[in-house]
Nanobody
Framework: QVQLEESGGGLVQAGGSLRLSCAASGRTNSDFAMGWFRQAPGKEREFVAAIDYSYNTYYANSVKGRFTISRDKPKNTLYLQMNSLNPEDTAVYYC?????????????????WGQGTQVTVSS
């Protein structure tokens, strides 16, 4: 089992920045990829970014060039630096572990999830 706890969400004005963190505990010695997902009100949860154990990164088109995912393996911590935020980025952001891309469905999924942290971008 892997436990995930997000922090760093909050309220920010459009054009601003936020940095999310996710502390992982439990079975963290596995070679799993980690990722961030988000869910806006009335919408399905969507993939935001992922990073594998070799530090390869993957981004949704909507955040490419504005968000940066990174991980600190010794600290078992995942980060998401979010710049140039706009109101469409408002959502609950979830940290995930065991993140994989399913080629059959074309969807990203994960085995473990955090509780989520709210990010609100005002216009």
């Amino acid at each position: 089992q892997v436990q995930l706890e997000e922090s760093g969400g909050g309220l920010v004005q459009a054009g601003g920045s936020l940095r999310l963190s996710c502390a992982a505990s439990g079975r963290t010695n596995s070679d799993f990829a980690m990722g961030w997902f988000r869910q806006a009100p009335g919408k399905e949860r969507e993939f935001v970014a992922a990073i594998d154990y070799s530090y390869n990164t993957y981004y949704a088109n909507s955040v490419k060039g504005r968000f940066t995912i990174s991980r600190d393996k010794p600290k078992n911590t995942l980060y998401l630096q979010m710049n140039s935020l706009n109101p469409e980025d408002t959502a609950v952001y979830y940290c995930a572990a065991g993140t994989e891309y399913d080629r059959r469905s074309g969807q990203w999924g994960s085995d473990y999830w955090g509780q989520g942290t709210q990010v609100t971008v005002s216009s």
